[in-house]
């Protein structure tokens, strides 16, 4: 299925009757509305979406629970060039529908917990925070992909962090020794 074939999912649903009926939502949620990440990434792509699916279910406990999957293109900081880098951010996840922190210390500890109004759920705000959660905390090109790969051949030339030289004997400490005779 295309991205373009599907609509932009609501806002806001009705997490709790979804989950009684076994529903699920498939949809697009401009990442332009999404302010917090929006300002974590370097860029987006023109009109970027993030492609998501929901399927909300009831346990055997009678837990409402929502399983995701959801995918966005962004623009990255390589944290080797400091250039732009495209990526595509995925998840699956599944989170335990509660409205109250209470609840949310019941759940069992494979489900993160969704905090919602009694018929209310942000859907947006929900692949907000799946998003960021994904970010990676230290983005890379691919080493024969980043503009700083010659550097990195002169410094790293069979790819391992190099070694600052050191002459055997070098102490770092050795002028704070010869500090400490001189004032002897």
């Not at 909300?56 to 959801?70: A, I, N």
């Amino acid at each position: 299925m295309s991205n373009a074939s599907l609509a932009e999912l609501p806002k806001s649903v009705d997490p709790y009757r979804l989950a009684e009926n076994n529903s699920t939502l498939e949809g697009m949620v401009p990442l332009s509305g999404l302010g917090r990440f929006r300002e974590a990434v370097l860029g987006l792509p023109e009109g970027a979406q993030c492609r998501v699916r929901l399927a909300f279910t009831m346990d055997g406990e009678r837990r409402r629970m929502v399983k995701g999957e959801l995918e966005a293109p962004v623009q990255l900081e390589c944290q080797r060039c400091l250039g732009p880098m495209e990526a595509t951010l995925s998840s699956s996840f599944v989170l335990g529908l509660v409205t109250s922190d209470e609840q949310a210390q019941q759940l069992p500890r494979e489900l993160e917990p969704f905090l919602t109004e009694d018929f209310s759920a942000d859907l947006w705000s929900m692949v907000e925070d799946e998003l960021l959660l994904v970010l990676p905390a230290f983005p890379l090109h691919g080493r024969s992909d980043c503009p700083a790969r010659e550097t990195l051949e002169t410094f790293e030339p069979k790819g391992e962090a190099a070694e600052p030289a050191r002459k055997s004997g070098d102490n770092p400490f050795s002028v704070l020794a010869d500090l400490k005779k001189t004032k002897h």
